[in-house]
């Protein structure tokens, strides 16, 4: 038999195959909660124009909310027969209350109806992620007013540079995830117009009041033009793009933890509830949790670059190409959620080891470009010249195998004979911490400030 909701020009059914490669229930049945709360704005709007009675929409609202409920309850069953979520609804609403159902779809389309169920559900995420983001920069505020002063080596190519603190490598992820709850409150804005009333592409000749839908689905306004409404993902792809970035600077610091907690850096202890052991192995204690962010990573930029090029070849208006976008969406979506809040737990539970991150931190002549700066202030060298004097002093420094601050005065007089022992005073990685004190630098003076402008913000 033909489908009942657009069945009237077929005289038979869609083979099996097709109704497999056509239905989107399995995923958008999601999208329920949207689907009613826009069905019940329409058809509240179509009665207060006099398009549907009173009656009737009683009775359509009734029907809805009691399909809200079976649904909820589980008790509601789908059927890939009825392809999506939007028309599994209106025949249940149709075996509900009779002909009155058939009024629902007036000045509609699936069209608008899945770009606005889609675009409620992307905005609610949306909200989801900027609460989790928030929670997860808390956790690394905390961590970092506890570890203002904690020393640790700074790395660029994973070699050691300078000394900074630990405090201060927490505050750079602030201003990561700060960015990204920035842009997702961004996008939030961006997307906040309601496409219900495109209808197929072209709008209605119906009286309908879209001002009135949009206000009561919570959005500012709606889309100005009922071509693009249709047509129009971009809302997906900025959340799948936003999420992206998120992800990769969850996954930069996922492999910044799983480096962290090698024995051989032994810069952070994780606790046992972000780690795993190994079945072969007892002494081993492995991130399978930081591995597993990073990892997300990999899903999430997929899921941004099958959507975009779903979208790329399109021509307007909707294309049943479109259906792809969910799916995509969904799974970062999921996976997004999940990174963020095992990132916040981990942050949360990780022990610092201060001794380990110190001696770490005084090791490979990491001061060296504090005794460089010393050789411009108070010996009046071009930094090119304290630069090569600097050099040629951790030479001797590796011939001897010693720290900087373990070579005698004799010997570095030497080299240069403007150094005094006074240089001695900047070669330790708290006075190069200390000293650091200009805006955004690693001084646990400047750092507090950071924090302080970070909890000022809502
Ligand atoms: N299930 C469809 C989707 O997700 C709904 C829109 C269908 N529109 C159409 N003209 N066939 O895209």
Redesign the pocket.
């Given at each position: 038999s033909s489908n009942q909701m657009w069945g009237g020009r077929f005289a038979s059914g869609p083979a099996s195959i097709m109704e497999e490669i056509n239905a989107?229930i399995g995923f958008?049945k999601k999208l329920y909660a949207q689907d009613i709360r826009g069905s019940i704005a329409h058809a509240t709007m179509l009665a207060q124009q006099g398009i549907i009675s009173a009656e009737d929409k009683d009775k359509i609202v009734h029907g809805l909310n009691t399909i809200l409920s079976e649904i909820e309850a589980g008790a509601f069953e789908f059927s890939r027969r009825l392809?999506?979520i939007?028309m599994n609804i209106e025949a249940r609403l149709a075996a509900l209350i009779g002909p009155a159902a058939g009024r629902l779809h007036t000045a509609r389309?699936?069209?608008d109806?899945?770009a606005l169920d889609f675009r409620l559900w992307v905005k609610e995420e949306l909200q989801k992620a900027d609460a989790a983001l928030t929670a997860l920069i808390a956790a690394f505020l905390d961590r970092a007013e506890e570890h203002a002063e904690t020393v640790m080596p700074g790395f660029t190519h994973l070699q050691t540079a300078q000394p900074v603190t630990f405090g201060h490598h927490c505050m750079a992820y602030v201003e990561m995830f700060g960015r990204d709850r920035a842009r997702v409150r961004h996008a939030i804005e961006h997307m906040d117009e309601s496409p219900i009333g495109a209808a197929a592409l072209a709008g209605t000749g119906f009286p309908i009041d879209r001002h009135m839908t949009a206000r009561a689905l919570g959005f500012r306004e709606p889309t100005r033009n009922s071509i693009d409404t249709v047509s129009d993902r971009d809302f997906a792809l900025e959340f799948l793009a936003i999420a992206a970035i998120a992800a990769t600077h969850l996954s930069r610091l996922a492999e910044e933890i799983v480096i962290w907690s090698t024995p051989q850096f032994g810069f952070i202890r994780l606790s046992d509830a972000f780690s795993t052991g190994s079945s072969i192995m007892p002494q081993k204690k492995n991130p399978d949790a930081a591995e597993l962010v990073r990892a997300k990573t990999g899903r999430v930029n997929g899921s941004l670059i099958a959507l975009l090029t779903v979208m790329k070849g399109l021509p307007l208006a909707?294309s049943?190409d479109?259906?792809e976008d969910?799916e995509q969406v969904f799974d970062a979506a999921e996976s997004l959620e999940l990174a963020i809040a095992a990132m916040t737990g981990m942050v949360r539970d990780l022990t610092v080891r201060a001794d380990r991150m110190k001696s770490a931190a005084g090791s490979g002549y990491s001061t060296a470009t504090d005794l460089a700066d010393w050789l411009v202030r108070e010996a009046g060298l071009p930094f090119r010249d304290a630069h090569h004097v600097t050099g040629r002093v951790v030479a001797l420094a590796e011939e001897k195998e010693c720290d900087l601050a373990d070579l005698p005065l004799g010997e570095l007089q030497a080299i240069h004979s403007a150094i005094t022992d006074k240089v001695f005073g900047v070669l330790t990685v708290e006075a190069s911490v200390a000293s650091r004190t200009s805006f955004g630098g690693t001084a646990p003076s400047e750092v507090r400030k950071q924090i302080a402008w970070w909890r000022a913000r809502d």
């Open positions: 989107s958008d392809e999506d939007h389309s699936r069209n109806q899945v909707y049943k479109m259906q969910k």
